[in-house]
């Protein structure tokens, strides 16, 4: 078992998140938003779809130490459960479901000729004896293969609950009635097992210009979206949320102070202040090799000082939104209540002020995150983002750029990347704006 | 017989929100005739409004109107195209609101929103339109029109916007005039002087008048019938004397018996007693900024030398209008604000200016409450949480335990029941929710409580009720009031003493009976004299 | 009005004096000239005499504050922070440290990224703003939801793919537009097309849901019912009155990112190979060409809180109930 920083803080936010979660669970104040959410459709399939993501970016987060597999030697699960993809590598490009190159070699047949065409992958499709007659058929049949394992998987599950559920009840009708929220689970499982069927016979999404599977660096860059979008908001968030409320409770000096520090901050373009900070940092490693044993554990930090940057860079927009709304609250009838009635100012901001700004900060979190995801893609583009060796979509965005001035095109991995990074950011939109539009509560003025 | 000039039919207005459908205006009918003053009185929420609004079809998106006919002399309002209606509007019905702060737009000139009203619906050249304008705004006695065309609307007071409000209605020389409760935002004495100019302007131009108010005693005097609204229905119908002398429906009885008078005052009361809290030369200031460097170059005034006597279980009110500092001097006396200058007696102790911990000792005994019972809770507290909060903070030793029981004798004494602990603030009404600010207070067994406009913000049935439970309480605790108000008939029901604000100062300072039967003071006539009075025939 | 600018003014002197500090910590002491010097001759085996002399050519070879080896004045000014900072306050650049003045190269280079930034800027405010009104006339109705459906999936895509899916359909496939460059005069117009429209495109999804939702917030209001009410149809409500109020925010965000136009965008520059400050500043990260990037640092702040004072100006002149005092 080998933690690196990012992956213990992941798991940080993560229990974070499941302990406040079960410590409000029974809260009056939340359910009628949570109900909101809930009954909003098009919030609950994102939500699903985003919780796949997630799952796919913990497993990638739990890694240990597997000799001989990679030259470091580390690996995380999702590697692990996903071996055929990286271990599969062609010579160099091939497009999508392709069992041949994508660029023309000498082939040395079996009778020792040599030929000039495009050659056989050595994996991809390599199970077919004629790739251009077989390979529709087989595509199909591969895919229906897989829809249905995903979908017996998915009966024999619902099948085997609902039998515990009867049995519970000691009832012998079977009473099987998903909901909406089942179906799309159900269809998400299934489109995921033809997935996987498909992606042990051939690449589905092609090669990049190493003969590395093009699928398998797009879920790998799962991790990294998901890591800048979550853990910039869990360092940006203290920052934000304790100067904010302080310097509309206190006024005088502490807000001047503030105020004068963040408008600071704001008033460089953040763009150059990430920049010369990730310069900064990048002399710094290379001015301090023996700190930074490995491949990985280099790529991790630089990722957590991104996240760090970005965390103190955007800070000032939420510290500014809190520190209006506790000036507004500090004049409330409760909070003038609360000093009369000899509450001290630290029980008002634990009891009054806190609660009544956590709808702000709950909306900002979500609203950051997609914000952050298409961030990175930019960052990394104009390389100050990850480092060139993590599995990021604006890596594969920038190693595409010159792939789409060569003829033929190679259109693959940047489309890939688009795609994916699409997906991620539109869900979390839309569960965003349902979280947004169930917690303000100028938005529930007429209920 | 006398025409009609709007005639409705089995009007109904619903709501739709997310899972829920709500009748707002449930099947009425009236009608307006020719030159009379129409009057639709009912509590905040009974939908009198959104009738008005449903007459114009100006009603929000989210409300789905229907009902037979709604015949504005011959068109069927419910009928007509769009288009036409906006001939309708502004020119043949024409509407003022509640408050004229915020029904005006902000950044255009007050000039530019009347004659937007002659654009539309009269083609003239912008000359006329000009004089026009400014014959309007004499007619509305705004002084020195010529000057004062060009400013907006936050350059005026709150009276003189409602008279440009008017103005803007009466540019399209409308036959119907929708006044939706054109003073209940306004202070008493103004609230006069644009009532008489309502009228005054009505029998000059000869149109109808339908004024929307919850204030009986408002409707009584201006009115020649009135409808009753309960509910979404209206409940009774009568030409103004018949109503208010031999009043029908029980509603309207029950809220004709819960209107506070202000000759029902107190006999010659005896003042007084142990002295409790003395206020002596008290002077709260805001500084004025200015110049380059935000340097202090004055100081705003709002409590200019006030010296006040309170005495034990006694009541004291104050009373004035909007920005007379009434509100600042209570939060002075709590040590809420700073700058507070003066004195502030406590048994014999200046409690002015204490800080920390001897500060916090001293809490137990003022208590206040609060005028908007919505924002005086937090929203995110159980109300038990919230009424022993003070407990908690006070007396540490109290056991959770005990604290519940405590709470639950509270509420019951404020009478409501001891499960309203378990649930949130905005599971209850306004009147409710005052309650528990009351017990709130009460928790900590103060000596004084300030009430700051304790009432206003409610229904006249619910207010007279909390009137009677902080009587009560008063007598079982031998509690004192400071109880700051700007109406005189609440006054009559539970002052001992009377003093009288105005502009920072105390102008008139006495026992009750004698300052409303007998004010010495200009200004002290002068609010008498503005108080509406039931005045039938 | 002017003892405000002049406070602002000299309110702004601390915040540039904190940026200047702040960047200084950045570039000076998180790293020692020496780790530059390094990075920037190749990591290894670099001689200390090479350090010294790369130090001396671009004049970091001076103490970080106090310079006690030289006289009374000389003692503040002969070091790192009086010659690389504090000169930045007159707007003197120096020299890049590749050799070339910076404060030159920036004179030349902020017109070619206004003529890119100004254009994108004002035609998307009005697209951005004419797709809002239709919103919201049609508010509540199949045209509003689809439209924010729309901007939710337009504001989901990553700009890198405008660009790049832009460059590749309307300049590789249809060969309507040049694919990248720059010229003078009207010749610069046909490589301004592209990366405008892009830009326009791209801020159309937020742009649009943001001023739709200060429209609506505006449309509640009650001085709108009074406008209804004095018998204007809806179109001219939304005209006259609610576009007036709403254009108060909407006129001062913009105007807050005016003199940022300057600096220009930095990936839209970089891709269409427009000689501006945006691909001057990408450039110099690239080359890690620290006295190009601090510079840039320094004149973005200004920028910005020149931004901020012409934004309150801006407030007083459209917003009647404003008065700075």
Redesign the interface.
């Known amino acids: 078992m080998i933690i690196l920083w990012t992956d213990a803080l992941i798991y940080l936010l993560l229990t974070t998140a499941m302990v406040s979660g079960f410590f409000l669970r029974n809260y009056e104040g939340l359910k009628r938003p949570l109900n909101k959410i809930a009954a909003n459709k098009s919030a609950m399939v994102s939500m699903i779809i985003l919780l796949f993501f997630v799952a796919i970016g913990l497993l990638d987060s739990l890694h240990f130490k597997a000799e001989g597999q990679r030259a470091s030697g580390i690996i995380s699960v999702l590697d692990y459960c996903t071996q055929p993809l990286w271990q599969q590598t062609e010579k160099t490009y091939s497009a999508p479901f392709s069992a041949y190159l994508y660029s023309k070699a000498y082939i040395t047949q079996a009778n020792g000729f040599q030929s000039w065409g495009f050659p056989r992958l050595k994996f991809g499709g390599s199970h077919l004896l004629n790739p251009e007659i077989e390979k529709t058929a087989d595509v199909l049949i591969k895919l229906i293969v897989g829809l249905s394992k995903g979908f017996v998987f998915c009966i024999s599950w619902v099948g085997l609950r609902a039998l515990c559920l009867a049995k519970k009840a000691g009832q012998i009708r079977l009473q099987v009635r998903p909901g909406f929220m089942g179906i799309t689970i159900i269809i998400v499982v299934v489109g995921l097992s033809g997935i996987i069927e498909l992606s042990t016979y051939y690449h589905i999404l092609g090669t990049d210009k190493v003969g590395e599977d093009v699928f398998y660096q797009t879920i790998k860059s799962i991790r990294t979206g998901l890591v800048i979008g979550s853990l910039t908001t869990f360092i940006m968030l203290p920052l934000a949320v304790v100067f904010g409320i302080l310097a509309g409770f206190y006024r005088g000096w502490v807000d001047d102070l503030i105020q004068y520090s963040y408008t600071t901050l704001n008033s460089i373009p953040s763009v150059l202040l990430i920049a010369a900070s990730i310069l900064m940092v990048q002399i710094y490693m290379v001015n301090h090799p023996e700190l930074f044993t490995n491949l990985e554990s280099r790529a991790d930090l630089r990722l957590l000082f991104l996240c760090l940057i970005l965390g103190v860079t955007s800070w000032t927009g939420l510290c500014r939104m809190l520190r209006a709304e506790t000036l507004k609250l500090r004049e409330m009838g409760y909070v003038q209540a609360a000093k009369v009635l000899g509450v001290r100012p630290i029980g008002i901001l634990f009891q009054h002020i806190l609660p009544n700004v956590m709808h702000i900060i709950l909306i900002s979190v979500v609203l950051d995150f997609s914000a952050l995801v298409l961030a990175e893609a930019v960052l990394s583009y104009i390389n100050v983002g990850v480092d060139p060796s993590t599995y990021s979509w604006g890596n594969m965005i920038n190693g595409a750029r010159l792939e789409m001035a060569r003829e033929p095109v190679v259109w693959w991995p940047l489309i890939a990347a688009f795609v994916f990074m699409f997906i991620l950011v539109l869900t979390a939109n839309l569960f965003a704006d349902a979280v947004r539009d169930a917690f303000d509560p100028r938005r529930n003025q007429h209920d | 017989m006398t025409k009609r000039v709007l005639s409705v039919q089995g009007l109904s207005v619903q ?1 739709q ?2 899972n829920e459908k709500v009748l707002v205006v449930d099947d009425i009918s009236f009608d307006i005739l020719e030159s009379e003053t129409f009057g639709l009185v009912g509590e905040s929420g009974s939908g009198k409004s959104i009738s008005a ?1 449903a007459i ?1 079809r ?1 009603l ?3 409300a789905k109107m229907s009902g037979k006919h709604v015949f504005f002399k011959e068109k069927d309002l419910l009928t007509l195209p ?2 036409s209606m ?6 043949r019905i ?2 003022i ?1 509640q ?1 004229p702060m ?8 007050i000039g530019h929103q009347i004659s ?2 002659i654009k ?2 009269f083609e003239l050249s912008s000359s006329e339109i000009q004089s026009r304008v400014l014959t309007l705004l004499r007619q509305v006695e705004i002084p020195s029109p010529e000057s004062r065309i060009g400013d ?1 609307p ?1 350059q005026f007071s709150g009276g003189q916007l409602q008279r440009v ?1 008017i103005a ?1 209605a009466l540019a ?1 020389e409308p036959d119907l005039l929708i006044a939706d409760e054109p003073t209940t935002a306004l202070d008493v004495t103004i609230q006069a002087q644009i009532l008489t100019l309502l009228k005054s302007i009505q029998r000059q131009v000869g149109m109808s008048l339908w004024l929307i108010s919850h204030d009986l005693a408002l409707v009584s005097s201006m009115v020649d019938r009135v409808a009753v609204m309960k509910k979404g229905r209206i409940v009774e119908v009568a030409e103004t004397q018949q109503l208010f002398t031999y009043p029908e429906h029980a509603y309207t009885q029950k809220l004709l018996a819960a209107l506070p008078s202000i000759d029902s005052c107190r006999e010659e009361a005896n003042v007084t007693g142990d002295i409790l809290l003395e206020l002596k030369n008290i002077r709260i200031s805001y500084p004025v ?6 340097r202090i170059v004055s100081h705003h005034q709002a409590v200019d030398g006030v010296n006040l006597t309170l005495h034990a279980g006694k009541t004291l009110a104050l009373v004035g209008e909007s920005g007379c500092g009434k509100t600042t001097l209570a ?1 002075g006396l ?1 040590n ?1 604000i700073e700058n507070v200058e003066g004195h502030i007696m406590w048994a014999g102790q200046n409690i002015n200016g204490l800080q920390g911990e001897p500060l ?2 001293m ?2 005994n ?3 409450i ?1 005028q ?1 019972p919505f ?8 109300v038990g949480q ?1 009424i022993g ?2 407990l908690r ?2 007396h540490p030793e109290i056991s959770s335990q005990q604290r519940k029981v405590e709470v639950a004798t509270l509420l019951q004494q404020v009478g409501l029941s001891a499960e309203c602990a378990t649930r ?1 603030p905005h599971e209850f009404s306004g009147g409710q929710r005052q309650r528990i ?1 009351i017990a ?2 009460l928790a ?1 067994r103060p000596k004084l409580i300030i009430c700051d406009e304790p009432t206003s913000a409610l229904d006249v049935s619910v207010q007279e009720k909390i009137i009677l439970l902080l009587k009560s309480l008063q007598q079982q605790y031998e509690m004192s009031y400071l109880f700051i108000t700007h109406d005189l008939a609440v006054v009559s029901e539970i002052a001992d003493e009377l003093a009288v604000m105005y502009e920072g100062k105390v102008v008139e300072y006495g026992p009750v009976y004698q300052l409303l039967n007998d004010p010495r003071q200009p200004y002290t006539q002068q609010l008498l004299k503005a108080v509406p009075k039931i005045s039938v025939g | 009005m002017i003892q405000y600018i002049i406070r602002r003014l000299m309110y702004s002197i601390p915040l540039l004096l904190g940026v200047n500090i702040l960047t200084f910590f950045l570039f000076f002491v998180v790293n020692t000239p020496d780790d530059m010097a390094r990075m920037q001759l190749g990591q290894k085996h670099v001689t200390e005499q090479a350090v010294s002399k790369w130090k001396i050519d671009h004049g970091y070879d001076l103490p970080l504050f106090i310079n006690s080896g030289k006289d009374s004045f000389k003692t503040i000014t002969e070091t790192i922070f009086y010659q690389k900072s504090i000169k930045l306050f007159v707007f003197q650049f120096g020299i890049s440290d590749s050799g070339r003045n910076i404060g030159a190269d920036i004179k030349q280079r902020m017109w070619p990224s206004l003529a890119v930034a100004l254009p994108a800027l004002l035609i998307g405010l009005s697209v951005n703003i004419l797709a809002a009104l239709l919103m919201v006339l049609f508010r509540q109705s199949y045209l509003e939801f689809w439209g924010l459906v729309a901007c939710v999936v337009i504001m989901s895509i990553s700009a890198l793919f405008y660009i790049i899916g832009g460059q590749f359909l309307f300049s590789k496939l249809l060969k309507l537009v040049p694919i990248s460059g720059f010229g003078s005069g009207v010749d610069a117009l046909k490589f301004l097309i592209l990366p405008v429209v892009i830009s326009v495109v791209s801020g159309l999804g937020s742009g649009g849901r943001w001023y739709r939702a200060l429209f609506i917030e505006e449309v509640e209001k009650d001085y709108v019912v009074t406008a209804r009410a004095k018998g204007l149809s809806e179109t001219q409500v939304l005209f006259r009155h609610v576009l007036g109020n709403a254009m108060i925010p909407i006129l001062t965000g913009v105007v807050v990112v005016l003199p940022l136009l300057f600096m220009g965008s930095l990936i839209m520059e970089s891709f269409f190979s427009i000689p501006g400050l945006g691909s001057y500043t990408i450039d110099a990260i690239n080359r890690q060409d620290f006295a190009i990037v601090r510079s840039m640092v320094f004149l973005g702040s200004v920028l910005y809180i020149l931004g901020l004072l012409l934004t309150d100006i801006c407030y007083t002149l459209v917003d009647p109930r404003v008065k700075l005092l």
Do not use: W
């Not at chain 2, 906006?86 to 020119?91: D, F, K, L, P, S």
């Not at chain 2, 915020?102 to 000139?109: E, F, G, Q, T, Y």
């Open positions: 709501f929100t997310d609004l114009l100006l929000p998106r989210s769009e288009t906006c001939q309708i509007r502004g020119r024409a509407m609101f408050d915020i029904a005006l737009n902000p950044v255009k000139s937007e009203v539309i619906h907006y936050h409000m803007a399209g900024r200015k110049g380059i460097f935000n939060k709590l809420l916090r000792q809490r137990s003022i208590q206040i609060f908007d924002s005086s809770m937090n929203p995110r507290m159980l919230i909060e003070g903070s006070l949130y600010c709130r207070a900590v």
